[in-house]
């Protein structure tokens, strides 16, 4: 298992169109969650899924964005008419849930350019 | 979750320990203490995590305070590669919510 992993690692993307990037997850990670992270920043929660759950959204997330995991396995988010102020480093991170154990293990990010 | 406090910016030279600070005054009796790291142009990677107790593993060394409203990271030997900006989280492990970041601080180690 070679971690987390992000597809694509760079999109370049026109103003309206509309973007899906996709995460696959450590194997038997039951938790996977999206983040966005612009330049200077910290990254910033959009949501999570336990198993093929979605328990939890930002109100980060306007009704432009959405995320499915099915099957609780590999996650997609999609931007529908993309903004420029959409353009940020959107981050994955997984996790097998539990009280005393919950390391996240992050992917290295898909970074979205909207022009 | 509660929010915690770390100044913006801290300097190291190569070789010495580095004490990383975070202030947490309104930590509840279920937060945990989270650091992450974040190297450029990655994304952000565990540290270490306690809730009463010091902690230490290979990479760092957590020391809480009794109060445990403040807490730091300690590197014990900085080297080049711990150039990254660090961030102190609280969490509810047993409500499993996401970890949420604040900016963290930017520690820059020189040779």
């Known amino acids: 298992d070679t971690g987390v992993s992000q597809d694509p690692r760079h999109k370049i993307t026109k103003r309206g169109q509309n973007v899906t990037f996709r995460c696959d997850p450590i194997?038997?990670?039951?938790?996977l969650y999206w983040y966005r992270q612009t330049l200077g920043q910290g990254p910033e929660f959009l949501t999570y899924f336990q198993n093929e759950a979605q328990l939890e959204k930002s109100r980060l997330l306007s009704d432009r964005f959405s995320a499915e995991r099915p099957k609780g396995s590999f996650s997609t988010l999609e931007i529908q008419r993309t903004e420029q102020g959409d353009s940020a480093m959107y981050l994955c991170?997984?996790?097998?849930?539990?009280?005393?154990?919950?390391?996240?293990?992050f992917g290295q990010g898909t970074r979205l350019t909207v022009v | 979750d509660a929010k915690t406090t770390q100044p913006n910016s801290m300097e190291s030279n190569e070789e010495e320990p580095v004490h990383l600070p975070c202030n947490h005054s309104t930590i509840s009796g279920t937060d945990y203490i989270h650091w992450y790291r974040q190297l450029p142009s990655q994304g952000p990677e565990y540290v270490i995590h306690?809730?009463?107790s010091n902690v230490n593993n290979r990479m760092a060394s957590l020391a809480i305070a009794e109060d445990r409203k403040s807490s730091t990271l300690i590197l014990h030997r900085a080297t080049l590669r711990d150039a990254a900006v660090y961030y102190c989280?609280?969490?509810?492990?047993?409500?499993?919510?996401?970890?949420?970041f604040g900016k963290g601080t930017t520690l820059s180690v020189s040779s």
């Open positions: 991170a997984s996790s097998k849930h539990s009280r005393m154990n919950t390391e996240a293990f």
């Open positions: 306690g809730l009463t």
């Open positions: 194997s038997e990670h039951n938790r």
């Open positions: 989280i609280l969490r509810d492990n047993q409500a499993g919510t996401a970890l949420i």
